[in-house]
């Protein structure tokens, strides 16, 4: 039983890991960032690391019991959103930084949950 239920808990990380990243890719156009008028580029860090961060919630998703460092590695892509947020950039403006925080934030919490209740199993 508890290996369905740590199965449970790693697959809806992942879950959350790729929608955090589909949403990081659609949220320029979606909130009318000024760096989508300038073809993302200065998006473009966030843009790669959303595409990572789908592939390893993919990953998690649907074998999640099977990759025991895709935690570990969710919640560096996690911290290096935040430094990627805290960097900066050209064009970016407070509602750019406020997302990359709310959704590292959000992906880091449900990676390190998903750690912290395996750990405890």
Known sequence: MGDLHGRTVESRAGVTAFLAGVWLIAAPPVLHF?????????????????????????????????????????????LWLVIVALRGGDGWTWAVWLNQLVVSGVVALSAGLALLIGIRR
């Open 34 to 78: 000024s760096a989508s008028l300038h073809a993302f580029r200065p998006y473009w860090w966030s843009m790669g690391l959303a595409v990572v961060l789908m592939l390893l919630g993919m990953v998690r998703a649907m074998a999640p019991l099977d990759v025991p460092l895709a935690q570990p590695i969710t919640i560096a892509l996690a």
